[in-house]
Structures are given as C-alpha cells and as structure tokens.
C-alpha cells in the first residue's frame, strides 16, 4: 500500500499500529508524516530481519560454542571465513582445496574425539 499524502498515511498507520509498536516504532500515527516513511521501513525491516531472528542465531551461536566450534571459527577466522560468507570466496585451485579440506577434516576429527571423551572443547 502506497499513501501519497500524510493523511492516507496516519489512515494507514492507525490500521496497522498494534504491528508498527510490536516493531518498536512508538510515534504516534497522528503525527507521523510521509518524511517518517524511511524510519518506518527501517524499523520493520530491523525487526523482521534482525531482532525475530536474534534468537535462532544465538543459539545456534551456543550451538556452535557448546563444542568448540565457534572458538575455532574466531580464532581462525581467516582460514574459516569461506565456510561462512556469500560471494567472494577465493578460486579453488588444488593447493587451496586441499587445504580447505584438510581443514575441514580436521574440525571433523576433532569434534568427534570431542564427542567420544565427552569434551567438546578442544580448541
């Protein structure tokens, strides 16, 4: 929905107010004019994609600390950062493949003598 003046605005926002608090935008639909549209997408957009999902990636972040990972993955983060990001990942030559599996092999050995001592923090 597209409002092109403040009233069909603050119509719009009175509609929807419960959502907009529920995303932590607290002003007032009756003040609020068609220059605040920019806070307005920035507040949801925070919410929906950052503050709902804070709590998987926490816990998946415990998840990863529980064993030993994330301790490797920060201290090595240069040699895991191509494990975790998008785009941007070096040309896999054979040197460089091989390298990254040992690495990985490596994780994986040491996560399974971890889970077969019962200690999960190797690193």
Do not use: W
Request: charged content about 15%.
């Amino acid at each position: 929905m597209k409002s092109s003046t403040n009233l069909e605005l603050q119509a719009l926002m009175s509609e929807y107010f419960a959502i907009l608090l529920d995303c932590g935008f607290t002003k007032p639909s009756t003040s609020v004019v068609l220059a605040d549209t920019m806070e307005i997408v920035r507040t949801i957009s925070l919410h929906q994609v950052i503050l709902r999902s804070k709590a998987e990636l926490d816990q998946f972040a415990e998840g990863l600390d529980s064993c030993g990972v994330l301790k490797a993955i920060t201290n090595f983060s240069g040699l895991t950062k191509t494990f975790f990001t998008i785009g941007g990942h070096p040309q896999l030559t054979s040197g460089s493949y091989s390298f990254e599996c040992n690495l990985l092999s490596c994780v994986i050995n040491v996560l399974y003598d971890g889970m077969c001592r019962g200690n999960f923090s190797s690193f």
